[in-house]
């Protein structure tokens, strides 16, 4: 990355006077991940600053979305909500999805996680698979969503404004209000958001704790997956209610 006949001073100065990104592949923690000049200057100096925490410094900016797909009864109109989910995300944003399938039933989502379960195993997994996505994030990814595969978002520019709002919060609510469609695409269903219930109470209503979330992986480095009814998503918005 360093010419050889560079001293690091003539380095740094040539640094210092740029903006441009600079991709590092000296560093594993870093994974690739850029810097700009200026940053990466600051590193190299004698006696960097000590306020700047390295792995704040070196995170990757972007809102990584984590979703799900379980599908034992081989249901089309699954694949097909998966399909329309995917292609309504715009495409610079990172999307990880996991999949199992039971018995010898193969996956039908090329660029999925796929995870191979016992047919007698059709329990809700939801949270389980989410966990695992983490897994496989690199360390840098700090922000992330979760975010059922069959939603579609209305509001363009969501991911954008989720991101620049995880910078002053630990979790949110991706939505207010949800719109539940029939096949021919008609509102069945409406939901409120809770979090937006319990900033406007409604006596009587609890508000919807599931379908699209987003955290800081530094404040929820893991999902509660011990509810295999289907309810985890519950426990984890009274949680984080309080």
């Given at each position: ?35 700009d000049g ?19 410094r070196w ?178 918005a009274d949680?984080?209610?309080?």
């Open positions: 990355m360093i010419a050889t006949e560079w001293t690091a001073t003539d380095f740094r100065e040539s640094l210092q006077q740029t903006n441009a990104a600079i991709r590092c592949s000296t560093c594993r923690r870093r994974q690739g991940a850029t810097c200026r940053q990466l200057a600051d590193i190299l100096q004698p006696n960097p600053n000590p306020d700047l925490c390295p792995l704040k995170s990757d900016p972007r809102l990584h979305v984590l979703t799900t797909v379980f599908n034992p009864t081989g249901s089309r109109r699954i694949l097909n909500n998966y399909h329309r989910f995917r292609a309504s995300l715009p495409p610079s944003l990172p999307v990880h999805v996991a999949e199992v399938t039971f018995g010898d039933a193969q996956p039908e989502i090329p660029e999925s996680l796929w995870i191979r379960a016992n047919a007698r195993n059709k329990v809700w997994l939801k949270e389980r698979l989410l966990n695992l996505l983490l897994d496989t994030l690199p360390p840098t990814v700090e922000k992330f969503a979760w975010i059922d595969a069959d939603v579609v978002f209305t509001r363009k520019g969501w991911h954008e404004d989720a991101s620049e709002m995880l910078n002053r919060f630990d979790v949110l609510q991706l939505f207010d209000v949800v719109h539940w469609m029939n096949r021919e695409a008609k509102t069945e269903m409406e939901f409120w958001g809770c979090v937006r219930l319990q900033q406007h109470p409604i006596d009587g209503h609890w508000g919807h704790p599931g379908f699209a979330w987003a955290a800081r992986r530094s404040r929820l480095p893991r999902f509660f997956d011990a509810d295999p009814t289907g309810g985890a998503d519950t426990w984890m949680h984080f209610r309080k």
